[in-house]
């Protein structure tokens, strides 16, 4: 097989037999063929295309024949003054299907669009894509003068469906594309804050630059440019810029509406991913709204309502207002998903607590589990002073001495539990395998508990850094140390890759070969094999780990 150019386009067909044809048709075969490049392909043709692409997976490839033929003449308009008369609605589609460098030999291009897991989806997104860039745009002639743009393309709209759709409806990210660069975080929220005078001009600002930003990590992630680690911390970068521009400025409209509570304030706590600064594509943000105010204030001054809230409805309301601007949806899409349920009492308990109520309730009624979570925790945003306080009340809690046999007995039932409910859904599941992350998180986070209360130099948000420092201390062997740390790289490079891509396979062979091939690049190994080999040599390692450290996981 091989592509064909006509006037109209380029097209699949069989290459002829030159030796099956007699001798003294060669120059008149030559003037045929040259007489044939300006007429339209035959319907041999087509049953030959399409028998192509079926091979290559398409889904509907009668649907894509018309589009292929015209490729040619809508990828060089300046070549075919006739384009333009083309169907309007198969011209972008055209453009990217008859290109050459899309359809030509996959053994030259295995990573190209038609080799992705679900190549007519693929396809989709690239369509909504080029009819949304603006006129003027010679996405082509990028083509043509940077081949690795097309290759970063093609595996974006082929095996990151979070990307995929944010470049599909946001052409201008493929600046970021062409550059391959990950703008510096700050300098974006302050560059589109900088002229937002209300709160819902701010929220779009922020939304814009968030997402801009989180596109090129992910598209960094996936081309090998950051690491799982270097990801991480941009993301949770990103989500704490955002949260510390927006809280001030949605306490400053609802003081506006409802008044002030005397030097009251509040800050937002991050836990989680976000706490230990290892957020992935599309985690969702793990808070703990925290205030104070003045002893002995009374309800809120001043306002537009006429109506006085006291302090906590007061801050439970602004929390909620909080929440809203992070994760109201709008025609930018969500900021991010929020998730409160590790505030002090859960579900159950207020949206904002004061930071009395949360020393107190960390001291006397916490369980275990929930002092493991706080082992995260960190401050994020709200005034720098009230920041400080939290932090304190933080370490507070957890330097406080404890019964370490009670500590890894609570630990080692609650991985019981979530072994019977959760269990992991396939090979590639290395947070919920024996030996997984969340056991290597349980160790770290049961070891600074039992530790702190004498040596406080252990606690630290961030998996890794708190490993790092349990061997300072002694707690860890260096051996031991240095597999842990291993199997923490290894695992959220996996588990990092897979959020990006499809999400949780069952199997190995779900995966689309470009996204195995990312895999196994970011791991530093020859093929998915080798991984699946890491991650069970791993999984051992961190399995006798936890029986070490905390005890034999059993459901109760």
């Known amino acids: ?269 991050a836990l989680g991913k976000l706490g230990g600064r290892d957020m992935m594509a599309a985690s969702d943000l793990d808070i703990i709204m925290v205030y104070d105010h003045a002893a002995g204030a009374e309800a809120a001054k001043g306002g537009t309502t006429g109506r006085a809230l006291a302090p906590p409805e007061y801050f439970g309301r602004l929390a909620t207002a909080f929440v809203a601007a992070i994760s109201a949806p709008s025609g930018a899409g969500k900021l991010f998903e929020v998730d409160m349920r590790l505030r002090p009492s859960g579900n159950k308990g207020p949206l904002a607590v004061s930071l009395e109520g949360f020393a107190r309730y960390h001291a006397q009624d916490a369980w275990t589990w929930e002092h493991m979570a706080l082992t995260r925790a960190r401050p994020v945003a709200g005034p720098a002073a009230l920041q400080k306080r939290v932090a304190a009340a933080i370490r507070t809690a957890l330097t406080a001495p404890r019964d370490p046999g009670m500590v890894r007995a609570d630990a080692a039932a609650l991985r019981g539990r979530i072994a019977r409910d959760l269990p992991p859904v396939g090979p590639l599941d290395v947070k919920y395998r024996e030996g997984g992350l969340l056991e290597l998180e349980f160790i770290t986070q049961v070891l600074q508990l039992i530790h702190a209360p004498r040596k406080p130099g252990v606690l630290a948000a961030g998996t890794t850094e708190a490993l790092a420092r349990l061997a300072r201390a002694g707690v860890l062997a260096e051996a031991e140390h240095a597999a842990l740390a291993r199997a923490a790289h290894l695992y959220r490079t996996v588990q990092g890759l897979l959020r990006l891509t499809v999400g949780k396979p069952r199997r190995e062979a779900d995966l689309p070969a470009p996204v195995a091939a990312a895999i196994a690049r970011a791991a530093g190994v020859v093929d998915l094999a080798a991984v699946t080999a890491q991650i069970s040599a791993c999984g051992h390692t961190v399995r006798e780990a936890f029986l070490r450290h905390v005890g034999e996981p059993v459901a109760v």
């Open 1 to 269: 097989m091989r592509l064909i150019r006509t006037a109209q386009g380029f097209h699949l067909r069989e290459r002829p037999n030159e030796a099956l044809l007699p001798k003294h048709e060669g120059p008149m075969r030559s003037q045929r063929h040259r007489t044939n490049e300006h007429r339209p392909p035959r319907r041999g043709h087509d049953i030959g295309a399409k028998q192509i692409l079926q091979r290559r997976r398409f889904g509907s490839p009668g649907r894509l024949l018309p589009f292929a033929r015209f490729g040619n003449r809508l990828a060089n308009p300046q070549r075919d003054q006739g384009w333009q008369d083309a169907d309007k609605e198969a011209r972008p589609m055209a453009c990217a299907f008859g290109h050459p460098s899309l359809i030509d030999d996959p053994r030259k291009r295995s990573a190209r669009g038609t080799r992705q897991q679900d190549p007519d989806a693929a396809f989709a997104r690239f369509d909504q894509f080029l009819n949304r860039l603006p006129a003027g745009v010679q996405l082509f002639s990028l083509f043509q003068r940077n081949p690795a743009l097309l290759d970063r393309i093609a595996a974006v709209f082929g095996a990151a469906p979070l990307l995929a759709d944010h470049l599909a409806t946001h052409p201008g990210a493929l600046e970021g594309l062409i550059t391959g660069t990950v703008p510096a975080v700050d300098t974006g929220l302050e560059a589109a804050l900088a002229d937002c005078h209300y709160l819902e001009e701010a929220m779009d600002a922020v939304r814009r630059v968030v997402h801009e930003r989180a596109f090129l990590i992910g598209a960094a992630t996936l081309d090998g440019t950051l690491d799982a680690a270097a990801a991480g911390r941009a993301r949770a970068d990103l989500a704490d810029g955002a949260l510390a521009s927006l809280l001030p400025r949605v306490a400053a409209d609802f003081s506006r509406r409802h008044g002030k509570i005397r030097r009251g304030a509040m800050a937002a706590v």
